[in-house]
T-cell receptor, first 111, second 110 residues
């Protein structure tokens, strides 16, 4: 039972353009959402988060949008850079409970 | 600085052998987690500790797996009689609100 789904296994974007990574969830009790970035042979690193009381959170080039009615969130990276090439994981949790992760999306930014 | 140090970074073992991984928090972290990540999947929760108490275990944690956190400081994860399906990256993490992962231990079972 996959509660967090990332339906795009990979995404390829030109340097300088926008990258949009998508994530859907099924558990309406989730109230906290996070994005992580992972390079090969390293642990995931925290990128940005959003709580369910907001619909947008921005941090530099990274913006996360939350649509609670659609149970959908997205991560926008503008402008995309070659160093952004990595695997991106979406995660969700009920407050205080363990995080549940999606399967990840491989982002390739071409220079 | 990930907040936790994991050892070893890589482990190659033969099927049937026992392996043990260690996680050392760099400072005091009450909540310590173990996750496992296989290729093409996101991290999957295994277990977590609140100080020395193991408060939750995933059903992924078969009886071949055991985790400890003596004295509420470092934690160990042991896998007995390893199987090829145990090959994965094993991640230790600490949490305040967000989860912060260590660099992981990559296990390969031959």
């Amino acid at each position: 039972d996959q509660q967090v789904k990332q339906n795009s296994p990979s995404l390829s974007v030109q340097e300088g353009r926008i990258s949009i990574l998508n994530c859907d969830y099924t558990n309406s009790m989730f109230d906290y959402f996070l994005w992580y970035k992972k390079y090969p042979a390293e642990g995931p690193t925290f990128l940005i988060s959003i709580s369910s009381i907001k619909d947008k959170n921005e941090d530099g080039r990274f913006t996360v949008f939350l649509n609670k009615s659609a149970k959908h969130l997205s991560l926008h990276i503008v402008p995309s850079q070659p160093g952004d090439s990595a695997v991106y994981f979406c995660a969700a949790a009920e407050y205080g409970n363990k995080l549940v992760f999606g399967a990840g999306t491989i982002l390739r930014v071409k220079s | 600085d990930t907040g936790v140090s994991q050892d070893p970074r890589h482990k190659i073992t033969k099927r049937g052998q026992n392996v043990t991984f260690r996680c050392d928090p760099i400072s005091e972290h009450n909540r310590l987690y173990w996750y496992r990540q296989t290729l093409g999947q996101g991290p999957e929760f295994l277990t977590y500790f609140q100080n020395e108490a193991q408060l939750e275990k995933s059903r992924l944690l078969s009886d071949r797996f055991s985790a400890e956190r003596p004295k509420g400081s470092f934690s160990t994860l042991e896998i007995q009689r390893t199987e090829q399906g145990d090959s994965a990256m094993y991640l230790c993490a600490w949490r305040n609100e967000k989860l912060f992962f260590g660099s992981g231990t990559q296990l390969s079972v031959l």
